[in-house]
């Protein structure tokens, strides 16, 4: 049932409604029998912004995944791609500085058409918020590396439009290069210090510094054919060594490598 309905969802059809029943016979034999009403089939006759002032309509539509019926598409509509508009509308903003950005709502007007068919007009409305611009970052509690070693790491530039893609990636640099080095119980936050008058976000990374981790077991199940000391051998890390979340994910990529295996799952268990 769920398979035959999504099967119509994705074909644009989002009122179907299907029943499944089985009907049982004599000697032992059965027939699934399957309803559907299948409604009408839906198609996106135009998209609509409210409250965009910075982004262009065009440039919006270009990087949803629905699209409005026209020469080079059908238009078909897909209730499960609206999710991934959504948050692609919402990165679209938050890269260019406009860090508050949301969908508010959407509304969906569906007229029925000539045809029988059902055409839907979409309107996306934006909330745009105000754009910022990077401030930098300063850290606290840190003494296993300088101000400097952390600072290097950072690619976002102060006094350029905020990008929140790139502010999340610089973060994770500063997490890797500690959990590179066994340092994978640090506690790291962040503080986010706006300035409302002059559209500066600065923020406040504070570091509490635990102590390296190490490697008490490397334990494998599930290899029934494969023997432990070929797996053992992808593997750059041993019992004894401090723990690496770098070396860690490479041992997993060795193993893949290999081919040996249908599914490989790590997991790390923290004593």
């Given at each position: 049932v769920e398979s035959i309905r999504t099967l119509y969802l994705e074909k644009g059809y989002p009122d179907v409604d299907v029943d499944g029943r089985i009907e049982r016979e004599e000697d032992a034999v059965a027939t699934v029998v399957f309803t559907i009403d299948e409604g009408s089939q839906t198609k996106v006759t135009e998209i609509l912004f409210s409250g965009n002032a910075f982004a262009s309509e065009s440039s919006l539509k270009r990087i949803m995944t629905t699209k409005q019926q026209s020469l080079f598409?059908?238009?078909?509509?897909?209730?499960?791609?609206?999710?991934?508009?959504?948050?692609?509308?919402?990165?679209?903003?938050?890269?260019?500085?406009?860090?508050?950005?949301?969908?508010?709502?959407?509304?969906?007007?569906?007229?029925?058409?000539?045809?029988?068919?059902?055409?839907?007009?979409?309107?996306?409305?934006?909330?745009?918020?105000?754009?910022?611009?990077?401030?930098?970052?300063?850290?606290?509690?840190?003494?296993?590396?300088?101000?400097?070693?952390?600072?290097?790491?950072?690619?976002?530039?102060?006094?350029?439009?905020?990008?929140?893609?790139?502010?999340?990636?610089?973060?994770?640099?500063?997490?890797?290069i500690y959990s590179s080095d066994g340092y994978i119980y640090n506690v790291i936050t962040r503080e986010e210090i706006r300035d409302e008058e002059n559209r500066v976000i600065n923020y406040k990374l504070s570091i509490v510094e635990r102590g390296r981790a190490h490697i008490e077991n490397v334990v494998i199940t599930g290899n029934e054919k494969t023997k432990d000391y070929v797996i053992y051998r992808e593997l750059p890390f041993e019992e004894g060594d401090i723990f690496s979340a770098r070396r860690f994910v490479e041992g997993h990529q060795n193993l893949l490598n290999t081919q040996y295996f249908s599914s490989i799952l790590p997991d790390v268990r923290q004593d």
């Open positions: 598409s059908t238009g078909v509509y897909q209730e499960s791609r609206i999710a991934e508009d959504i948050a692609a509308l919402e990165r679209y903003y938050w890269d260019r500085g406009y860090i508050d950005a949301k969908i508010a709502d959407i509304a969906r007007d569906v007229r029925e058409n000539e045809d029988g068919g059902s055409e839907l007009y979409l309107t996306f409305y934006i909330e745009e918020g105000y754009q910022y611009t990077y401030g930098g970052v300063v850290f606290e509690g840190n003494e296993l590396y300088s101000d400097e070693r952390l600072q290097d790491l950072l690619r976002q530039v102060p006094g350029k439009v905020l990008s929140k893609t790139k502010l999340e990636t610089d973060f994770q640099r500063v997490n890797d």
